[in-house]
């Protein structure tokens, strides 16, 4: 349903001494999301995960520039064509709650996102006011102003605003932030319902556990690129794990052992050509340190380090 290649996002800008800078958060990103499938985008907050939804959107600030490109159900988006898909055939559910307007009710927009993917009126009413249920929100809240509901209420409403109309990829952008535990389980099994009624769903979270739980596909970032794509399920027992982060990500959980990673040291030099996991990789050899891995299929895995062994 999505297939994304090669996304690499830049920004520039201007220096207190106007000198021209470019900055590269996000470096030749690639993922599928089949129809039915849930995939988790999972990496440590400033990975590029946000940036890479909102390209995927068409909507990034006016000084980005995106390299590569992405597919829609075969057909090949721009600019153009993704203004007509967004929120009709492909919904967002941000992760900032100030993307709701201040100045309407909460459920007149919920309604109006299921107008806009094309359900009638009996229909997107009908809808709206399943949603509302499902994710606990009561009558009362239909008619406040997003000021006035809690952030957690906030962030349900805007995931009923996806949820409600008939788009068939939903970018689900750490939807489960401020949520009690209970409300995000159901929240996530919501949109594990969703992919099983044949949409797709990318499912960005910070989450490991959750991601393993409830996705199919796990790819993970760091530093805005791809390191490893796998299976949920090769990652439950954490069995074939084949890159130092994924593993790190891994060990950091409570029943693993809580494990930290060392933090960052500060680059020293030139990084662009090197491994970007490198500085904290326990297994970097000069070679991580002279080139940059490209990504790799082991055993159906799809990772980016020189030291990956099946
Ligand atoms: N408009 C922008 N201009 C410059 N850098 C940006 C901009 N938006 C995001 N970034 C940078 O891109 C990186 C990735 O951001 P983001 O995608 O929001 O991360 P996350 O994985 O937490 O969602 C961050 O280092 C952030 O500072
Ligand atoms: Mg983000």
Redo the contacts with the bound molecule.
């Keep these: 349903m999505l297939r994304v290649k090669n996304i690499s996002?830049s920004?520039t800008?201007y220096t207190k001494k106007r000198k021209r800078q470019t900055?590269s958060?996000?470096s030749d990103i690639s993922l599928d999301v089949q129809a039915g499938e849930v995939v988790a985008l999972i990496?440590?907050?400033?990975?590029?995960?946000?940036?890479?939804?909102?390209a995927l959107l068409g909507l990034?600030?006016k000084?980005?520039t995106m390299t590569g490109e992405y597919r829609f159900k075969g057909e090949h988006i721009g600019p153009k064509r993704i203004k007509e898909l967004r929120g009709r055939d492909i919904a967002l559910i941000p992760?900032s709650i100030s993307y709701l307007n201040p100045l309407i009710k909460v459920r007149k927009q919920v309604y109006r996102s299921a107008r806009l993917s094309g359900r009638c009126h009996c229909t997107a009413g009908e809808r709206c006011d399943k949603a509302f249920a499902r994710y606990n929100l009561a009558d009362s809240v239909k008619s406040m102003y997003p000021f006035q509901v809690s952030g957690g209420m906030a962030r349900r409403v805007l995931t009923a605003t996806a949820t409600a109309g008939k788009a068939d990829l939903i970018i689900a952008?750490?939807p489960t932030t401020g949520l009690d535990p209970k409300v995000a389980t159901q929240s996530l099994k919501h949109l594990r319902e969703l992919a099983e009624q044949g949409k797709g769903v990318l499912l960005?979270t910070?989450d490991l556990e959750n991601a393993v739980r409830f996705s199919d596909t796990i790819v993970v970032?760091y530093n805005?690129t791809t390191v490893e794509v796998t299976q949920a399920a090769a990652l439950h027992e954490g069995k074939s794990i084949l890159h130092p982060y994924t593993r790190a990500l891994w060990q950091a959980l409570p029943k693993n052992g809580f494990t930290a990673l060392p933090p960052a040291p500060p680059s020293i030099g030139d990084s662009r050509n090197a491994c970007n996991f490198a500085p904290r990789c326990h297994i970097a050899t000069e070679a991580c340190k002279k080139s940059i891995p490209t990504l790799r299929s082991i055993n159906g895995t799809m990772v980016r380090c020189f030291h990956a062994r099946s």
């Design positions: 996002i920004f800008r900055l958060p996000v990496g440590a907050s400033g990975a590029g995960k946000s940036l890479l939804a909102h990034l600030p000084n980005a992760q952008d750490e960005i910070h970032l805005g």
